[in-house]
């Protein structure tokens, strides 16, 4: 190989690695900025769009009973295995509300919510992320991202990649009871980051 083509392909390479480690700077800051972790310590003030066209805000989405949030598409595997975790775990529909919101068209979250007969669940809501609104409040790059708050709309955990409804479960049960998760199953306090399983870009 030519010393040229050489140094090209190697200089080519570096720049991509540069690039991606740049871009993982990127995300790091803000998903975890503290002025990012200290504005959703309380359930932050945001604008979304329900499956009807009707506009909502975030303080509407559960007024008397803990939210779980969850940021997510419909080509997502992981997404999609969380959803089924949810949609199976009844103890947890009973306990909160669940709101699944994305920024995808309303026509596709519309076949998701039939192919996965989200409708059957009164306790769970789609809605569709107005201007992503609600990414950029939250800092998020990738999906699914879980966010549980109480009734009083406090911030107990916060969950990166795909979390089960046990998980989410044990969560809000550990506020109800006032005592901490046990370390060995790898939650985090409020305003931390739980990695739970894999994880995908949002577009």
Known sequence: MPISRFLAVGITALT???LVLLGLRIYQD?????????????????????LEGHPAQSTTLSTEQPLALVYFTTTCPFCQAEVRSLTAHAELLDTARVALISPEPVSIL??????YELDR?????????????????FGLFTVPHTF???????????FQGETSAATIYRALLSDTNSQPLSSSTGDCLAADSTIEHGD????
């Open 16 to 18: 991509l690695a540069a």
């Open 30 to 50: 803000a998903s975890t900025h503290p002025a990012i972790q200290q504005d959703i310590q309380t359930l932050p003030l945001f604008d979304v769009t329900t």
């Open 110 to 115: 519309e076949q998701f919510v039939q192919e």
């Open 121 to 137: 669940h009164g306790s769970i809501q789609v809605l569709q992320d107005t201007d992503d609104a609600v990414a950029q409040t």
């Open 148 to 158: 549980i708050y109480d009734a009083n709309h406090r911030l107990l955990r916060s």
């Open 200 to 203: 995908c870009t949002i577009r």
